[in-house]
Structures are given as C-alpha cells and as structure tokens.
C-alpha cells in the first residue's frame, strides 16, 4: 500500500509541476489526473468509514481533486467541474472536521466557484442548499464566497446593471468563466422579456438593454435569436405567436368538479 | 469518519474510465443501505451502465440496481435486477435485502412452477421460467443441503414442485426413514394438489422399496407397511397386491407383516380398493378361487398341528391358507369380528345414566332422543338390555319414532354379522302381512347400519329383494337407506338402477331416502350418469324431501375428488333453490374433506356471511368442520368470529364445525368458543353446542380434559330442568348418548389411525348432520364410531393373554365410575347445602364441631374430600384400598353431598392428606391386558412389557389391531375364549339363542 501511495503522490508531484507552467499543456495534464484518479481508487479514495486510511493519502486525494477541478475549468467543462466538486465537498465539509488536517488553500476558491457555476446554470435551488452548509462567517467575509452571494442578489433584484459591473471586480481569473456564462444566461432572459414587452424595438435600444459594447456583438446575438432588423432600425417581435400558449382556463369543467366535490362531501356527513 | 452526502461517489459513476466507475459501484453498494434515497435519484445511470453491453462489471451495476428497487419497496424490479446480478448476488449473506430477495425469489419461482405445472395439466404453453431465477433457487437448495437443512430443503422443493431436489435432499438425510415418513405425512396432509402428491408419493414409494442397505444399517427389508400406505393414496392396488403376495412366500414373520399390512389397508383403503387386492391376489395364487368358511378353520388348525398330509404340496396349501387369510382380513370379516369381541368384552355402559334420563323423558322428541342415545351408548356392544327392561316405556314410540327405535338396534348390532337376519327376524317384512310397516322399515335400515360399508353378497342380496317387492313407503325408505349402507361406495349399478326407479316414484318419503341412497352407492365415484340423473331429478321435482335427499346425495358422489367437483358446485351455487345451494356447500364439504384447503375454505365462508338463506349457511358453516378436521387446532379460531354472529343459524353450524373438526381431541379452544353457545338465548343453538362438545369431549377423563366435569354435569341439568327447551334437552341426550357411545370404549374420528380420510365416517357425520331434518338419521353416527382399541394378535390371528403396559398412572386414563341410583333426590340437598346462608351456619357449627371432630376422624369415610373427588381418587380408592371401599360403596357415587353433611373442614383436611398418601403409592404404570382400550392420548405412553413373550410387529402407539410375534416358539401359547355376543354377563346363554332378541317386545300402538 504505501507504495502504491508514493507511486501516486510521485504522480501527482509531475501533474503539479505541468499544472503550474504558464501555459500548461491539458491534454497531457487530464491524462495524467486520468491515470492519478486510476491510482486513487487503489488507495481509500472517498472512504466512508473511519479506520484504514492515512493523512496523508487524504491529503494526496484533495489536491488530485482540486487540480482536476481546476483543470477542468480550464478545459472549459462543466461536468467535470461539478464532477469534482461534488467528490471534494466530501473533503471539504465531511472529513475536515474530523481530522487535523490543514485547510487547502483553494478551498473556498473553489466553493465560490462552485456556487457561480451553480448560478450560472440558473439552478438557484441547488445554489441555496449549498450555501446553507457553509458558515456564516464565511459567507460574510470570505472574498471567494461573497462573490457570487452578491452576484445572486442582484439576479434576484433584477439589478442586472451591478452584475455587468460585478464582472470587473472577480476574485479569481478562474471566476469569469461562469461570469460570462451567467452574463449570457441574463442577456437571453433580457432577450426573452424584451420580445414579450414590445412590440417593435429600436437596434439602438436594444444595444443598451442587452449591454453589448458594440454593434456586431449585437448583430451576432440577433441574428441566434432569429430577430430581424427591419427598415426602420427596428426589431420586430412576432405576437401572435406568443399568445398560442395561452389557453383559456377549463372555467366551466372545474366549477362542475367542485360543485360535485361540495355534493358529496354534503352526502358523506 | 462519516460522510454526509453519497454524491461524490455517485458523480464518480459519470467518468469516463470504466475502473473509476466500478469503484464508485462498489463503494455505493456499500454505502447503499444509508443512501439509497440519494442514490436513488441517480438509478438510471446505473441501469444504463448494467445496459451498456461493453461495460465489464455489469453485474455489480445489476446489483446495486436491485438493492435501490428493494429500498424503494419495488421488490419485482429489485427482483429481477438481483437475477441480472447473477453470481454478484451472494445468497449466503444475512443482510435483510438477500434475505427478502431469496423469499421472493422462491415464491416468485414457486409461482412460476405453479403456473407451468398447471399449464402442463391444461396443455397450454409452458410460461418460461427464467433459467437465473431457477439458478438462485437452485443455490439456496444447495445451502441447505450442505448446511444439513433437509426438512427446509424438502419444503421448498415440495412448494416448488422440484421432484429431483426432494430426491437428493432425502437421500442424503441421515435419518432416512424419519425423513421418509416425515415426508409421507407432509404429502398426505399438507399438500392440496392431487397430481403432485401422486408423483411425490411415487417417488417415495420408489426410494422406500430401495432403501439402501448400508444406509439404514441391519434392517435391509423395505418398509412395507409404509409402503402400502403410500400405494392407498397413489389408488394401486396393483403393487399392495404384488407386496403382499411376496410377503406370504416369506418366513412366518413376513406372513404376519402381510396381515398386519392387510389389517392396516382395511382400516385405510375403500372398499373397492380392497376388493380389487383380494382378485388380484387370488388370481395370483391360488387355481381355485372358491374356499368355505369350514376349509378357512381346517386351514388354522392345519397352521399351528403338523400339516396333514395333502393333495398338494405343503408351500401351495400354506400360501392358499394365506392367501385366503389375507382375503378375509381385507374384506373386514376379521377386523369387524375383533372389533365386535373387543366391545363386548370390554363394555362398560352406565344403565344408570339412561335410566336417569328416561324418568325425566316427558314427551315423544325426548323420547326419541333417548331411544337414539341408547343406541349410541350400546353402539356395537350387541347389549339390548335397556330396551328389554323397558319394553313398556319403548312401546310409547308410534310411527316414525318406531322406525327410529327398530333402527336403534342396528346401531346396538353393529358389526354384528353373523346372525343379523336372525336377529333382526321380527321386524323384517314377511310375507304375510300385518307387521307395523314403521317397525318393518326400520328393521331394514337397522340390517343396513349392522352391514354398514360391509354388506357384501348375501345382505345386498337380500334387501334388494326386500326393496324390490316392498310397495309401503315407509319400508321402501327404511329399505332404501339400509340398501345404501350395505353397498356403501361400491358403485353397484343393479343396486343404484333399484334406487333410481324408487326415486322417479316422485314420494316424498321413498324419494328423500333413495337420493341419498344412490349418493351413497356411488360415494366418491363421481360418475357422470350418476350426478346428471341426481342434479337433473333435483332440479324437477316439487318435493323439497327429495331435493334434500339428493342434496345430500350428489354432495356424497363428490367425496375426495377435489378439484374435480368444481363445476359442479359452481352451477350449484348459482341455482335459486337454496337447497341446491345447500348441496353444492355439502358437495364442497365432501369433495374437500379433509384438505384444510384454502380455496374451500375461503368459499365456504364467503356463502356462510352472504347467503340469504338461514339453511345454506348454518351448512355452509357446519362444513368448515369437514373441511378442517385433520388440523382440529385451526377450526376455532376459523369459526371463532362465526360464533358470535347475530344469526342463531350460523351460530349452530359454528358449534357443529367445532364439534366436527375437533370430534375427540378435548379441545381447549373449542370448548371455550362452546360454552357460551350452550347457554344461548335459542333453544337449537344450545342443542349443537351439547352435541358438539360432546362429540369433542367424548373418551376423555377428567385429567386429559378438566372441562368434561362441567359438560357432563350441563347435560344433566338441561335434561332435568323441567323449564328447558325440548330442542336443547334432544341435544344433551344425544350428547350423553355420544360421549359415553360404544361402551365407552369408542371415539369419534373421520381419519384413520394412518392418517387416511375414513369414508364411512365422514358420511356417518355428514349424514349425522341432518338430524336437523329427519331425526332417523342421527343413526349414522354410529358409522363415525371408531374402536380405541389395542388388540394383539397372534400368527393366528388369534388373540393371545398377554398384557400391556400403560406408562400413567391408572387412574389418569380410567374409565367414570358408574353413577348410583339415588342420584336425583341428592343432588337436589347439595344445591341448597351450598347457599350462602347455610355456609356461615356452618362455619359456626364447625368450629363447634371442631373440638369433637379430633376424637371422631377415624369414623370419617374415605371416599371424601373438600371437594367432589375426582374420578381418578376414586377409582385409586378402588384399586388401592379395596377393602375400606368395598365397606363405604354406598357413599361413592354421592360425595359430594357426604361431604357438605357428614364433615367439617378439619376433617376433610386430613382426609386430603390422607388421600395425598394414598396417592403416591399409586403405581406409575398398569398392565392392561389385551384386547384393551386405549383412549388417543394414552397410546402415546402404551408400550410392551419387557418381559412379555410377545414383541409387537408396528409401533404401539398406532394402536388398532396390531400383530405380535411370539418369542417363546418352544411353549403353547395362551389364547382368550371368543365370548358370544350379548355381552359377557350373559355367557350362560348358548350359543344358539344368542340372537335371542329384544323380540319379545311388541309394539302397542
């Protein structure tokens, strides 16, 4: 077994090494976690009981995983991330209190990164169940965690003018990723209100709304949504279409139905 | 180290690489029992992965699929993922998910096997079985066997219908012949399926005759009598044939196996089994099938003196006697003459009891009901004295009533065959006319009940030509069920055509009795002519009588055929007439009898809650007896609810089902559910509930079953309670006819000592039953009857002295003390001894007494105590203390009054004590000599002296009539006289006159 173990930490120290160069090669570096993870389940990787395992390959596991998640951020893949993430939160949150171990460094880097991805993927939800199990203190103070604990309030406000500032102040590089995927995300709901609420919107207008800086970011994002620019420097929105999903309500069928209910139940007593 | 969440390791299944997701598989069927909720959210992957073909470690993928569905509670999606899971699924682990599988692994198996077993039986398309289900179930039969599990295994494999399994788990038992008959008991009583059980029994019949010798040690020989039971049940005579006729070319000890088997077939097997045996067995041995009685005599001499020199050689004459012997035994001549002797010898009737009910007797049911009771009381003893000391009284019966009197002596008679016509001679119709037509009718019902299920040749013969030129109504009734009796389950079609033409004669009274006289020759044979004649006729006729008859009739066509009878009783069922509906109940009860199956079960108590007729359900709970009275411990609780009901009918049919299921076991329970009904507000469900606990105490002491004291003191109230309902006084005389039936010497049960249905007494209790109609037929209990007897025999088939040993003290199985005369009168003093007023009185004169009672005590009678001494202490008394007894008989028989008048408190405390130290020199066993009763609970603790020159061929504990090998082949053996029928005390009379007869009484009308 230790030997096994001093196979994998060697590993790991090559991954760390190719990790940190400026421009890391990822293929090889993925290939290499692909290996270290095959390694891992060698070890007690991810255990679920107390006895049979050391610190050591507790801490050699974390740092595999908090390259990976790293990596996979990178890598620009979401799955993965989330993948690692959810194996790490058991180091995180389970195991550390248990043992002595010292905190990671990246820990609530990633844990901020985790809730943005979170809210990035508009799956608030999961994003409240997360933050429940952090501290409150942390919550409060923590630079990586109050992040995107503001970035959700101002979703929530519809302040979605601070959130395209909030882009210029993240705490890590590894942030803007899920930044811009969030900006997208609220330009698309913007979008979506836009096409409810007018029926015809001038390019300029639009521009503003959507925050886009210049014009051919906008002539992009027009043309994937199908709008077209008419002669009058006009988008114009399709409303018939929409009021298809309206449905009148059965108004008719339900009073019967209740009207029956109030019958039998009259019946029963 | 706890981890609070599974999702890490489930996120680990959506890697890439195949090993990581193994790991993650099984650390999650590790972690499953604690998160499967949360992994259940993720099941889907886990089912593709167990999809995806490339995937190597399918089967842990399957297994943790199972486990998620087992958590969620889906168990047939859990089941058939541990199926997938193959070799994954360890069936030796003790978790709660392998061991709930397994059970649905079997029942689903057995459910399967089921279904193919009676898809086979269809000719339909066998359902697949999937071949890993068959895998898992095969594994676990494998654990048990190597775990020594075999009775588990057998189970199983007798659930599961695994024939091959069952033969390997039997063969490797160690014990093999317990295992065997452990076996042989589970597939006569359990199994409700008639096929199986003939391809089980088969089987065992196979590994029986193979028994390996290096296996069961010294005894080689085949365990014939097993054998031949399960050939009775499998219904091939064939093989018993083939068994017996090698047995009777042995040595002298096979020739006595054979006739023990052969006095076991009798006692088990039907009639027609037995008559094609005897054919089988004459054709066999012997050129000339015809032998006289006298030749039979010569050859039992010949047996035992050197053989004469005889035209033929030695061996052929041997093998002829036996063969002839055999017949003999077979056809029921010997047993039913054993039988016969057995009552005679031992009767111990209590004259007194009746003589007690006939001075309460006020009217004509009552007086019925006495008459019927004698009968039961002197059932096959052959003593009429009763009816000859009181001809004056017996005279009183007119009509009908005379019917039933005249057919009493057939029960008196029974297995009486000797003499029967000439016994019977004035009362059967001659050829001149003025005999009373009632007494005429009744002398050939009576012939019947003397030949029941035994009326070969000459008496079948004989009332059929009664029968033929009879033109009264009443005769051809009284002829009619005696026809029926005598040719009971023989299926003879000259008998069955005479009966039938009867019946088209569309009379209520001829026809009531010829429709259950056909039933009754066709009993069991479920001939199709037979049930379209009865259904059809029942169907058109406007008498109810003979609607009721016939009910009764095609219910008895059905006996034993189970599944068989179920279109029947369907289209029965669903007719308007409600005793139609009442027959296809009847046809339920006997086409089931026996089974405790639940089908019949379930619709038996349906019809009992929802019919609208009173009728059809009190038989539809009356039935639930039939049904369940192998397993007498489940009926109470059955019908415990059914006793309580609003419905009086379903009250009585509860008491009867009680009365019925536990006939002679003293069933706690069931006394319980009866005691209450005995005091009911109706009069009629007070009268079941007497008759019933009757039937359940009858042959039981007061230390087998406490309870029989208050029951016997209940009937005699009732029968003296001049305010009581003539209904509940017919119950509790019929009840003490019952529980004191045969001499006491007889119990009450529908199955033979081999566990086999015995025909004649479920149709005596079936028949018995309907006295709720037509009170003649209260008779037919007589046929329900069976000795509790040990008889020994020798080769001969002579019964030797020789004496038994009964491992209990005497008293606990002892018959009652005969009751005294001035009963009534006294009895009466002890109720107002007891009030409470003259209690304190005589608290104050005791302690006055006190002082006296020192210097009187010795005077004190013996047979006393505090409180009425129990039969036991007496009977002890009788034994031990002989001499003082004999000085004190006349205070016995009233102790109780004694007590309360002659002594104080003190006194009775060292009369206690006394008694205490009387009692433990009481010997711890008897010798009872043969032919002796032994009530069922006593066979248990029955066994040979050691020093006896006898040693018995079966178990003792069989009881019946079992054939003893004599050990001292150098000294002349000692037989017992044969006594002549009419009982001991009248040995003066000859032999001649013997049927010498209650004639004399005439009936005045």
Redesign the interface.
Same mark, same amino acid.
């Given at each position: 077994m230790p030997s096994r173990l001093q196979e994998a930490a060697k590993m790991y120290e090559t991954l760390k090494t190719d990790f940190a160069k400026k421009t890391p090669d990822l293929e090889k570096c993925s290939l290499h976690l692909?290996n270290l993870?095959?390694a891992l389940?060698q070890l007690k990787?991810?255990?679920?009981?107390?006895?049979s395992?050391s610190d050591q390959e507790f801490v050699l596991a974390r740092n595999v995983l908090e390259i990976g998640a790293q990596l996979s951020i990178r890598k620009k893949d979401i799955?993965a991330f989330?993948?690692?993430m959810?194996?790490?939160?058991?180091y995180y949150?389970?195991?550390v209190t248990?043992?002595g171990i010292f905190e990671s460094p990246y820990k609530q880097e990633l844990l901020g990164l985790n809730l943005l991805c979170l809210l990035a993927q508009n799956r608030v939800a999961d994003f409240h169940t997360e933050l429940e199990r952090l501290p409150a203190a942390d919550i409060q103070n923590n630079e990586y965690i109050k992040h995107p604990v503001a970035i959700e309030q101002y979703l929530m406000e519809g302040n979605y003018n601070k959130l395209f500032l909030a882009k210029g102040n993240v705490p890590a590089e590894s942030y803007n990723f899920f930044i811009d995927i969030l900006l997208g995300t609220i330009r698309d709901e913007i979008a979506a209100c836009m096409e409810k609420s007018y029926k015809n919107i001038l390019f300029s207008e639009a521009l503003r709304m959507l925050y886009f800086e210049d014009q051919a970011e906008m002539n992009n994002y027009a043309t994937k949504k199908g709008w077209k620019l008419e002669s009058d420097k006009c988008f114009h929105f399709n409303t018939s279409k929409q009021n298809d999903d309206v449905r009148s309500l059965p108004s008719g069928d339900l009073a019967q139905q209740m009207i029956d209910y109030a019958r039998e139940l009259e019946m029963i007593i | 180290?706890?981890?609070?969440?599974a999702?890490?390791?489930?996120?680990?299944l959506?890697?890439p %690489?195949d090993?990581?997701q193994v790991?993650a598989l099984n650390?999650l069927n %590790?972690?499953v029992p604690e998160f499967w909720p949360e992994i259940s959210d993720h099941v889907e992957k886990i089912e593709v992965l167990y999809e995806n073909e490339a995937f190597k470690h399918r089967e842990i993928s399957a297994l943790l699929a199972s486990k998620l569905y087992y958590y969620l509670g889906s168990y047939e999606d859990s089941l058939n993922y541990a199926l997938c899971a193959g070799s994954a699924f360890n069936v030796k682990e003790s978790s709660e998910y392998v061991v709930t599988t397994i059970c649905k692994c079997i029942d689903h198996y057995t459910k399967l096997r089921q279904q193919a077993h009676d898809a086979k039986a269809d000719g339909d398309m066998k359902p697949d079985i999937d071949s890993r289900l068959e895998e898992i179930v095969n594994r676990m039969f494998n654990n048990c066997l190597e775990s020594g599990q075999f009775k588990q295994a057998i189970g199983i494999a007798i659930e599961t219908k695994r024939l091959d399994i069952l033969e390997k788990a039997i063969r490797l038992t160690p014990n093999l012949s317990e295992m065997l008959s452990y076996c042989t008991n589970l597939c006569t009583r359990m199994l409700q399926h008639k096929g199986l059980r003939e391809d089980i029994l088969r089987l065992l019949v196979r590994l029986h005759s193979n028994l390996d010798p290096t296996t069961t040690g010294a005894t080689s020989q085949p365990d014939y009598i097993n054998i031949c039971q399960c050939l009775i049940y499998l219904d091939d005579p064939a093989s018993v044939s083939d068994i017996l006729r090698k047995l009777i070319r042995g040595d002298q000890d096979q020739i006595s196996l054979a006739y023990q088997i052969a006095f076991d077939l009798y006692d088990s097997a039907s009639q027609h089994f037995l008559s094609d045996i005897v054919q089988a067995l004459k054709a066999g041995t012997t050129p000339e099938t015809t032998t006289t009685q006298t030749d039979e005599t010569d050859a039992q001499v010949e047996e035992k003196a050197p053989p004469k020199p005889v035209a033929e050689s030695q061996s052929d004459k041997v093998l002829r006697d036996c063969t002839d012997r055999l017949a003999r035994i077979l056809g029921g001549d010997e047993s039913i003459e054993l039988h016969l002797q057995f009552y005679i010898r031992n009767n111990h009737t209590d004259l007194q009891i009746l003589k007690n009910t006939k001075d309460q007797v006020r009217n004509s049911v009552c007086h019925n009901a006495c008459v019927i009771a004698n009968g039961f009381m002197h059932c096959g003893t052959t003593i009429d004295q009763f009816l000859r000391d009181n001809l004056e009284w017996l005279a009183r019966a007119t009509n009908w009533a005379k019917f039933s009197a005249t057919a009493s002596l057939g029960v008196i008679h029974k297995g009486h065959e000797n003499d029967s016509l000439n016994l019977m001679s004035t009362y059967l119709p001659k050829d001149s006319t003025g005999g009373s037509a009632y007494q005429e009718g009744g002398g050939l019902y009576a012939l019947g009940l003397i030949h029941a299920n035994h009326g070969k040749g000459k008496i079948t013969d004989y009332l059929h030509a009664q029968l033929s030129s009879a033109s009264n109504e009443i005769i051809i009734h009284g002829g009619c069920l005696g026809l029926g009796l005598a040719s009971l389950g023989t299926a003879n079609h000259d008998v069955y055509e005479l009966l039938k033409s009867n019946l088209y004669q569309d009379d209520a009274v001829t026809g009531e009795a010829a429709g259950l006289s056909m039933g009754l020759v066709m009993m069991g044979s479920n001939n199709p002519q037979a049930l379209e004649d009865m259904v059809a006729y029942a169907q058109e006729t406007q008498h109810e009588k003979i609607i009721r008859g016939l009910a009764v009739g095609i219910a008895l066509v059905m006996y034993g055929r189970m599944e068989e009878a179920d279109s029947l009783i369907e289209t029965l069922m669903r007719d308007k007439d409600p005793i139609l509906r009442r027959c296809a109940v009847y046809t339920i009860a006997m086409a089931y009898v026996g089974s405790g199956s639940n089908k019949a079960n379930r619709k038996l108590l349906h019809v009992a809650v929802s019919d609208v007729n009173n009728d059809v359900r009190r038989a539809a709970v009356e039935s639930l007896g039939f049904i369940l009275f192998r397993t007498p411990e489940q009926c109470p609780s059955v019908v415990s609810l059914l006793s309580e009901s609003y419905n009086p009918h379903v009250r009585y049919g509860a008491a009867m089902a009680l009365g019925i299921s536990c006939a002679g076991t003293g069933s706690k329970d069931a006394l319980g559910l009866l005691e209450p009904l005995a005091s009911d507000s109706v009069n009629y469900v007070r009268q079941g509930a007497l008759i019933a606990s009757a039937m359940i105490l009858i042959q039981h002491t007061d230390s087998t079953c406490p309870k029989l004291k208050t029951f016997k003191e209940l009937y005699r109230k009732v029968i003296n309670d001049k305010h009581e309902d003539v209904m509940a006084k017919f119950g509790a005389i019929l009840a003490q006819g019952i529980i004191d039936g045969g001499g006491r010497n007889v119990t009450l049960s529908m199955q033979s000592r081999t566990g086999h249905v015995n025909m004649s007494a479920v149709v005596g209790m079936l028949v018995f039953c309907q006295f709720w109609y037509w009170f003649p037929l209260s008779h037919f209990l007589s046929l329900t009857f069976t000795p509790a007897a040990i008889i020994g025999l020798n080769a001969e088939l002579k019964m030797p002295k020789m004496e038994f040993r009964s491992n209990a003290r005497p008293s606990t199985f002892a018959y009652p003390s005969p009751l005294e005369e001035k009963k009534g009168r006294e009895t009466e003093k002890v109720e107002t001894a007891v009030l409470s007023t003259t209690a304190k009185q005589k608290a104050k004169d005791i302690k006055k007494e006190k002082r006296k009672a020192s210097t009187s005590s010795t005077a004190v009678t013996p047979a006393t105590g505090s409180r009425p001494p129990t039969v036991e202490e007496k009977m002890e008394l009788d034994e031990t203390e002989a001499k003082l007894a004999k000085k004190e008989t006349p205070a016995q028989g009233e102790p109780s009054m004694e007590v309360e008048q002659s002594t104080t408190p003190k006194e009775k405390e060292t009369e206690k004590e006394k008694e205490k130290e009387k009692e433990k020199p009481e010997a711890s066993f008897e010798m009872i000599s043969n032919p002796c009763r032994a009530i069922p609970p006593q066979l248990k603790v029955i066994s040979m002296p050691e020093d006896s020159k006898y040693t018995s061929l079966k178990p003792l504990s069989h009881g019946g009539i079992i054939l003893l090998k004599y050990k001292k082949s150098s000294e002349p053996e000692d037989l017992l006289e044969p006594v002549a029928a009419g009982g001991p005390k009248k040995e003066e009379v000859e032999e001649g006159d013997e049927p010498e007869p209650p004639e004399p009484f005439e009936f005045v009308e």
């Open positions: 692909r993870k095959i389940t990787f991810l255990p679920s009981d107390k006895n395992y799955p989330e993948r690692y959810s194996q790490l939160k058991c949150l389970d195991y248990e043992v | 180290m706890h981890i609070t969440s999702a890490g390791v489930i996120s680990l959506d890697e %690489d090993e990581l790991y650390r %590790d972690i």
